[in-house]
């Protein structure tokens, strides 16, 4: 299926967003108090957006104003308009409430289906859907683009490990759609019970809702012999379905269509340039229910408008997620982010892609500890390749970091798997 959309001349896609902008910014001003007072603290009207750019004069929006705003504040529309409500648990406070009308779930199938049908899904494909169905909206998000886009769909939800690989080989499925920490522990439990993953029916995933590295991605389609594909998104946004790498895996085409997306620095919120690091801030430009102006993401990315090479699609595309504002450890006075240790131990022979970082504070010293399982081969050889297997892990991970970290082997199956979210950061400092 192809989605004119997503082939659109910048100039003409400026247009739109600009048109559409202008619409939901007049809709959140007469509907949500706060964006009202936002206007009138500018001393300005929606009318007065005559450019995309003059989005940029108007405050970010982020978690903690709809958490003042808990559970119903910053809905637009009458209850009896809302047809869906979701929340997404933060780790600490309250949880942040989104909603959807009739026409944010047509929104959302349609995002969703594009996503999909963007690696390669078509209506002949069996998905098994292992996201979370609930206050989540991973499960619904790719149920209904499914839907959407005329696919089979095993709503089977997270979890219940031997259950999803009983029915994977039962059902023949094709996709599965899960986090990547999910997908890694599935293969795992595969080669448990004697079956061997890289037979399975499956042709491709679509994974996201936590970050990973090139190096984890290998991993994986080497795991199950499938292409792995990353798909991004966020409840605050529409859920799953804002970004999606296509067959080319080189940047994930986001619908800018209904999302419209700038990359500023995260401290001074300025914009950054094309194809440098910086906090992704989303507009929803459609979404009725729940409309945002500038929504601070605390996702690190890059983007670029130029058309991809893979695909023609015009849309811009969004590196993977770096890290996240509020996932970044100062060590010492040195900013680190989780995924720069990942990409190290992926690339390392031995180890498995489980780990997970210590934070702890002694004294008045910050420090952490890496824990990575190793490959159950080195457990059995001798102690000295062990050794030789840890300083090598702490020397490259010291210089990729620029400071020392202690390194902790472990044998395979000690580190807690995850059937959704995986933790990677234990951090003791504040307990
Ligand atoms: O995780 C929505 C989702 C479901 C996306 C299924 C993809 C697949 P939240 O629970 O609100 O929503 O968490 C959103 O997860 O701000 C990122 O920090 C992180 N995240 C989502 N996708 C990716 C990805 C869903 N592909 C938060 N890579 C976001 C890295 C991701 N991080």
Request: with cysteine.
């Amino acid at each position: 299926m192809k989605y004119e959309v997503e082939y659109l001349d910048r100039e003409t896609l400026q247009a739109l967003q600009l048109e559409r902008l202008r619409k939901i910014a007049a809709h959140a001003y007469a509907r949500v108090p706060h964006y009202r007072e936002v206007f009138e603290d500018l001393g300005a009207q929606p009318e007065d957006l005559k450019s995309l750019h003059d989005l940029t004069g108007i405050p970010v929006t982020d978690k903690e104003t709809l958490r003042q705003h808990y559970p119903y504040g910053m809905f637009a529309v009458p209850m009896a308009e809302i047809k869906e409500i979701h929340a997404s648990s933060g780790t600490t406070g309250k949880p942040t409430v989104v909603a959807y009308t009739h026409t944010d779930l047509q929104v959302w199938s349609e995002v969703m289906a594009r996503s999909l049908a963007c690696c390669g899904v078509t209506d002949e494909d069996v998905i098994q859907n292992a996201y979370g169905y609930g206050l989540f909206t991973g499960g619904l998000g790719v149920h209904y683009g499914a839907l959407e886009l005329g696919a089979a769909i095993v709503p089977i939800s997270a979890g219940g490990t031997r259950r999803q690989l009983q029915l994977m080989q039962d059902f023949a499925t094709t996709v599965i759609t899960c986090t990547p920490s999910y997908s890694i522990y599935m293969a795992e439990e595969a080669r448990s019970l004697g079956l061997d993953p890289r037979r399975s029916s499956l042709r491709l995933g679509i994974l996201g809702a936590e970050p990973w590295s090139e190096g984890m991605r290998r991993e994986i389609e080497a795991a199950w012999e499938m292409k792995a594909y990353n798909i991004y998104g966020l409840s605050e946004i529409i859920g799953p379905g804002v970004a999606q790498e296509c067959t080319g895996q080189c940047g994930m085409h986001l619908w800018a269509d209904h999302f419209l997306p700038e990359v500023v620095d995260p401290e001074t919120l300025k914009p950054v340039e094309e194809g440098e690091d910086g906090m992704l801030v989303i507009t929803t430009l459609s979404k009725q229910a729940t409309p945002f102006l500038r929504y601070a993401t605390k996702d690190i990315v890059s983007i670029t408008h130029e058309p991809c090479p893979a695909c023609g699609r015009t849309s811009p595309r969004i590196s993977r997620v770096k890290g996240r504002t509020d996932d970044m450890l100062i060590i010492r006075g040195v900013n680190i982010f989780p995924s720069q240790i990942e990409g190290v131990l992926t690339e390392i022979e031995g180890t498995e892609p489980h780990y997970q970082i210590l934070v702890k504070r002694e004294g008045a010293l910050d420090s952490i500890d890496v824990q990575v399982e190793v490959d159950e081969r080195y457990f059995s050889d001798e102690i000295r390749q062990l050794e030789a297997l840890e300083r090598r892990i702490r020397n490259e991970i010291g210089n990729v970091l620029g400071i020392g970290v202690g390194v902790k082997l472990v044998e395979p199956r000690t580190i807690a798997r995850s059937e959704g979210k995986a933790k990677r950061v234990v951090d003791t400092r504040d307990m």
